[in-house]
């Protein structure tokens, strides 16, 4: 899931993007794969992509951006941020600590923690690792300037979840999931600015 210019957090995989590896990359560009990503993978199903490619030049079918979003692998990994101030032109935070705030309650709201957790209640499973500077060092450093964080020495939250279903784009599966997940990142964002 790729969060909107105008969302109050943003989701950013630990994969980069092809534009992100390009030489001159800008965030005009990132911006503009990402609406590509949702428009020509996201919101469709296996068939739709395959249907839409017919008769296009290979560098521009949908099926040829997919392969180059990373490995086909069932784990994703990413990080979430926020923005300080609601809006399009808020300001996003720099703080790791606070950045790994709002992912810790995201991940304890959507996986099982304790004997009293209801798994059947959480609509899908989330879990989380960090990156520490002695484990990931460059690749953290990366990482957290991806997601407009400072520099510092300080572990990183990383999210994960894992695909267990073969046909993910069949019955807007891939969409309802975004869809939950969107909500209580919503939810989190607001609640953390509450109590900051």
């Known amino acids: 899931m790729t969060a909107l210019d105008k969302d109050d ?7 980069m993007l092809p534009s992100e590896l390009k030489p001159g990359s800008t965030t005009a560009k ?9 428009d020509t ?7 739709q992509i395959l249907a ?3 008769g296009k030049p290979e560098e521009e079918k949908a099926l040829t951006l997919l392969r180059a979003l990373g490995s086909d692998l069932n784990i994703n990994a990413f990080s979430l941020n926020f923005r300080l101030t609601p809006g399009k032109d808020g300001a996003w935070n720099t703080d790791v600590e606070e950045a790994n ?17 209801e798994p059947s209640a959480i609509p899908f499973v989330l879990t989380s690792t960090e990156f520490s ?5 460059e690749c953290a450093t990366n990482f957290k300037r991806r997601l407009g964080l400072r520099k510092d020495d300080l572990d990183l ?4 979840n894992v695909v267990m279903n073969p046909f993910p784009t069949e019955r807007n599966f891939l969409g309802n999931l975004a869809q939950i997940f969107r909500g209580v990142v919503e939810e989190e964002v607001k609640v953390g600015l509450k109590i900051s």
Do not use: G, H, T
């Open 9 to 15: 957090f943003r989701v950013v995989p630990l994969n």
């Open 30 to 38: 990132v911006e503009e794969e990402k609406q590509r990503i949702r």
């Open 41 to 47: 993978i996201v919101s469709k199903s296996n068939a």
């Open 52 to 54: 839409s490619d017919v």
């Open 101 to 117: 705030y709002l992912m810790r309650r995201v991940v304890e709201r959507l996986s099982v923690d304790s004997p009293e957790d």
């Open 133 to 137: 500077k002695e484990l990931y060092d």
């Open 157 to 160: 939250m990383v999210l994960r």
